[in-house]
């Protein structure tokens, strides 16, 4: 597994959690990081996004709630979830695109999770109400 998201779980509506995304056998330096969820019966959608120089963007239902941030020295990025509710619930995760640094976050949420060069596993979470 070259890209491992965690962190998943079960929490009540306004609580909170944090996905990391993991990477190994290559460095995240020079990639954009996306975050995608699906939930059941529901098309996958891009919840945010990172870029390798940490410009960030977020769809409008997560915007305010959501973190989206990166340790390159822990080859790791991670999505801060705050006030979470019950249509957050879905499995999540994380992709990764090699880019120039210039390219931003916002330039690369339009591409889909399948063009990316990496995606991870997913992550389920569910908001309990």
């Known amino acids: 597994v070259q890209l491992q998201a965690s962190g998943g779980g079960l929490v009540q509506a306004g609580g909170s959690l944090r996905l990391s995304c993991a990477a190994s056998?290559?460095?995240?330096?020079?990639?954009?990081i996306a975050w995608f969820r699906q939930a059941p019966g529901m098309k996958r959608e891009g919840v945010s996004w990172i870029s390798s120089d940490g410009t960030t963007y977020y769809t409008d239902s997560v915007k305010g709630r959501f973190t989206v941030s990166r340790d390159n020295g822990k080859n790791t990025a991670y999505l801060q979830m705050n006030s979470l509710k019950p249509e957050d619930t879905a499995v999540y995760y994380c992709?990764?695109?090699?880019?120039?640094?210039?390219?931003?976050?916002?330039?690369?949420?339009?591409?889909?999770?399948?063009?990316?060069?990496?995606r991870g596993q997913g992550t389920q979470v569910t908001v309990s109400s």
């Open positions: 992709a990764a695109m090699r880019v120039p640094n210039h390219i931003t976050a916002q330039a690369v949420a339009v591409i889909p999770m399948t063009e990316y060069d990496y």
């Open positions: 056998k290559f460095r995240l330096d020079d990639y954009a």
